[in-house]
């Protein structure tokens, strides 16, 4: 009985996040009411934070877990990032180092790896090649991701979300045609990579320590 409050808990939190996803309405973009993506990721995370995690870090979890989800949706449909669910992942970010789940040096070392350094990557490259890589909705996805992660983890994301990023790319125009001017939304794959890497270094520490000492 337990976990099932847990996991409507987490549902109803998705369904406040597909709300909010109608509510903005960018480019006219709406969920459909039947699409029950949201609550049951938003019901699936809660089921596995409060399963294995103390209760500040699963409501951390969740919240950010709720906020990359939606982020990502949004991204892959109109190529932005609204600024509300990277507050949401902020609030989280102060949950978490108020309640100790992170510190605050490894939150800012993460954010200088996840935001800092792709920024200058990102201004360099437009001012050799005029093209803008990354967006700064991706930089500030970078800043929620770096302060919740650490640096080190943070890094392992922004590897496996550009690989992730390329392949897709690959597969796209091997079915499409290649186009070197094809974009791609930036934000489900670093949600992805960063949702992976967190759950990854849960159950093989050992592996991401390794990895680390590489």
């Known amino acids: 009985m337990e976990f099932l409050m847990i996991f409507v808990i987490g549902s109803v939190l998705g369904h406040f996040?597909?709300?909010?996803?109608?509510?903005?309405?960018i480019n006219n973009y709406k969920l459909d009411k039947k699409n029950i993506l949201c609550e049951f990721i938003g019901g699936l995370s809660s089921f596995w934070a409060f399963s294995n995690l103390d209760k500040p870090e699963a409501m951390v979890f969740i919240l950010i877990v709720t906020s990359l989800i939606s982020i990502s949706i949004i991204d892959y449909q109109t190529f932005q990032v609204p600024l509300v669910f990277i507050f949401i992942g902020m609030v989280a970010i102060?949950?978490?180092?108020?309640?100790?789940?992170?510190?605050?040096?490894?939150s800012?070392?993460?954010?200088?790896?996840?935001?800092?350094?792709?920024?200058?990557?990102?201004?360099?490259?437009?001012?050799?090649?005029?093209?803008?890589?990354?967006?700064?909705?991706?930089i500030q996805m970078g800043i929620v991701l770096g302060a919740w992660l650490g640096p080190m983890r943070m890094a392992i994301t922004l590897f496996s979300a550009s690989i992730l990023s390329l392949l897709v790319w690959i597969i796209v125009?091997?079915?499409?045609?290649?186009?070197?001017?094809?974009?791609?939304?930036?934000?489900p794959f670093l949600s992805f990579a960063g949702i992976g890497v967190y759950i990854g270094s849960f159950y093989y520490p050992e592996f991401f320590h390794l990895l680390i000492l590489i």
Do not use: E, H
């Not at 102060?94 to 605050?104: E, F, R, T």
């Open 108 to 138: 800012l070392w993460g954010i200088f790896v996840g935001a800092v350094i792709p920024c200058a990557i990102m201004l360099l490259m437009w001012m050799i090649t005029k093209r803008q890589g990354m967006g700064f909705g991706d």
């Open 173 to 187: 125009s091997l079915f499409d045609g290649f186009d070197m001017n094809r974009a791609l939304p930036m934000g």
């Open 94 to 106: 102060m949950i978490g180092l108020l309640y100790k789940v992170m510190y605050l040096s490894a």
């Open 17 to 25: 996040s597909k709300r909010l996803i109608n509510w903005l309405d």
